[in-house]
């Protein structure tokens, strides 16, 4: 099916719409979004497992047409940007990237110290660097696949298959939600689909290079994100860069 050129936000029902999904496959979900949506409907790609999950079934449903957002922070690993370029080459899946306003050498000089060292600097950075470039990609659409799922835990516990999200005016979608990180896992090797390189070498959840550390055996698997940040608060409480509306950083 070729996509609408302009799409229209569809009013959703979301009691009905999530029960009617519930059960569902992901497969199931993203063809669902894609039936509704049309060309209003994209993908916001974190490069981690869930999003290359996302992207093969995307790839094994025929939809390489949808949209996937990716935000090039700038302060990437190298090994980001190498699994974005796998991926397309080896999917023909359409992967957009987008930059925020400043490079990091502009948001220096404009702020004049690293805005990523220090809590209540780095919500400033995270907001430039992630969400504003984000919210501007999104405007053309209003369905949005994301890679949440409810074992995660945290803020992510409770998603619901479908919800409302104010600031893109539109929908998050959770084909993912019921799975875990094991079930995501099987889904790769079964497919051989890439995954970030950096996954197997100690970072199971991956950001900024700038805000990543790999993480001991016995942490959780969010522990290298902006730990120097939960060091200067003194507390292990997770943080989240606030790009997803229903996680809070
Ligand atoms: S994760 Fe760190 S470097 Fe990346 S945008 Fe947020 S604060 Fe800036």
């Given at each position: 099916m070729a996509l609408t050129a302009d799409p229209v936000k569809p009013d959703l029902e979301l009691t009905y719409v999530n029960s009617m999904l519930e059960g569902k496959s992901a497969?199931?979900?993203?063809?669902?979004?894609?039936?509704?949506?049309?060309g209003g409907l994209a993908m916001l790609s974190s490069m981690q497992k869930t999003a290359s999950a996302l992207t093969h079934m995307?790839?094994?449903?025929?939809?390489?047409?949808?949209?996937?957002?990716?935000?090039?922070?700038?302060?990437?690993?190298?090994?980001?940007?190498?699994?974005r370029d796998e991926l397309i080459e080896k999917y023909g899946v359409n992967i957009k990237t987008y930059t925020p306003e400043l490079n990091p050498e502009e948001q220096f000089r404009k702020y004049g110290r690293e805005l990523y060292l220090k809590d209540g600097d780095y919500q400033l950075?995270?907001?430039?660097?992630?969400?504003?470039?984000?919210?501007?990609?999104?405007?053309p659409f209003y369905g949005f696949l994301s890679g949440l799922m409810r074992s995660e835990g945290g803020a992510r516990k409770n998603i619901p298959v479908v919800a409302e999200d104010p600031r893109v005016n539109g929908y998050k979608?959770?084909?993912?939600?019921?799975?875990?990180?094991?079930?995501?896992?099987?889904?790769l090797k079964k497919n051989n689909v890439p995954v970030h390189p950096l996954h197997s070498r100690g970072?199971?959840?991956i950001g900024c290079a700038t805000c990543t550390t790999p993480v001991a055996p016995d942490e959780d698997?969010?522990?290298?994100?902006?730990?120097?940040?939960?060091?200067?608060?003194?507390?292990?409480?997770?943080i989240y860069c606030g790009i997803n509306f229903s996680d809070k950083r």
């Amino acid at each position: 099916m070729a996509l609408t050129a302009d799409p229209v936000k569809p009013d959703l029902e979301l009691t009905y719409v999530n029960s009617m999904l519930e059960g569902k496959s992901a497969l199931e979900i993203i063809q669902w979004g894609y039936d509704t949506f049309g060309g209003g409907l994209a993908m916001l790609s974190s490069m981690q497992k869930t999003a290359s999950a996302l992207t093969h079934m995307l790839y094994s449903l025929g939809l390489t047409d949808v949209e996937i957002i990716f935000i090039d922070t700038q302060y990437h690993f190298p090994e980001t940007l190498q699994l974005r370029d796998e991926l397309i080459e080896k999917y023909g899946v359409n992967i957009k990237t987008y930059t925020p306003e400043l490079n990091p050498e502009e948001q220096f000089r404009k702020y004049g110290r690293e805005l990523y060292l220090k809590d209540g600097d780095y919500q400033l950075c995270c907001q430039m660097r992630k969400e504003e470039p984000y919210l501007k990609a999104a405007e053309p659409f209003y369905g949005f696949l994301s890679g949440l799922m409810r074992s995660e835990g945290g803020a992510r516990k409770n998603i619901p298959v479908v919800a409302e999200d104010p600031r893109v005016n539109g929908y998050k979608i959770h084909p993912l939600r019921e799975m875990t990180a094991t079930d995501v896992e099987e889904y790769l090797k079964k497919n051989n689909v890439p995954v970030h390189p950096l996954h197997s070498r100690g970072y199971p959840s991956i950001g900024c290079a700038t805000c990543t550390t790999p993480v001991a055996p016995d942490e959780d698997e969010r522990a290298g994100r902006w730990r120097h940040i939960r060091e200067q608060r003194g507390t292990n409480e997770k943080i989240y860069c606030g790009i997803n509306f229903s996680d809070k950083r």
